[in-house]
């Protein structure tokens, strides 16, 4: 994992994953939200300045493709279930681009109930169209050109620690609980979990 597992999930949090679990709902929403953002596009195009609550999807579409990098992918895909799969696809499918390939063949097969989405973003990069789901892929990219004019905000995320650091930590929590107790085990993880974000 190469960032901090409670920053990526914090960046899909407000995805209505399973609204958009199988791709007939996926296209219901996104009808709508298409919709929604062509009758107030005037209202869209002063973001951030001003927000309002109807175009709340386009906002948390904006948030995370303002994070995403090839790594963020890779995190999206590989460690958070089926739901990153699914949304690290979609975004793929909002703003393709050609390094995001590899993370997405790798990806193949994780989520067999996702495997549409994964399809649907590697036809978005090679510009030809999903046979399974056409509509869908029309719809995304619609979704995708409202958002192309936003400006994309700097999301920063923290890094995970290495995974040898992480042994540590949780062997002086252990250690700490075996011998002190659980307050005394939370105390350390606080002071460990502190350290990290300080640095």
Not at 17 to 39: D, K, Y
Not at 96 to 119: C, H, M, N, T
Request: with cysteine.
């Amino acid at each position: 994992m190469h960032y901090l597992r409670t920053d990526v999930e914090r960046l899909h949090l407000s995805v209505p994953h399973l609204t958009l679990a199988t791709p007939r709902r996926a296209l219901q929403f996104f009808e709508e939200v298409t919709q929604t953002g062509a009758e107030l596009a005037h209202v869209l195009s002063h973001y951030p300045e001003v927000r309002y609550e109807p175009l709340d999807f386009h906002y948390v579409c904006i948030q995370s493709l303002g994070a995403l990098t090839e790594r963020l992918l890779e995190d999206l895909l590989e460690e958070q279930s089926w739901r990153g799969v699914l949304w690290g696809a979609l975004l793929v499918c909002l703003s393709p681009d050609a390094r995001f390939r590899p993370a997405l063949e790798k990806a193949s097969g994780i989520a067999p109930y996702q495997q549409w989405a994964v399809d649907l973003a590697l036809a978005a990069l090679t510009g030809e169209q999903d046979t399974q789901n056409p509509a869908l892929q029309q719809v995304i990219s619609k979704l995708g050109m409202q958002l192309a004019s936003l400006p994309r905000p700097a999301v920063a995320l923290r890094e995970s620690p290495p995974p040898e650091m992480l042994q540590l930590r949780q062997q002086k929590v252990r250690a700490t609980y075996c011998q002190a107790g659980f307050q005394a085990a939370r105390d350390v993880l606080s002071h460990l979990t502190a350290e990290h974000f300080i640095e």
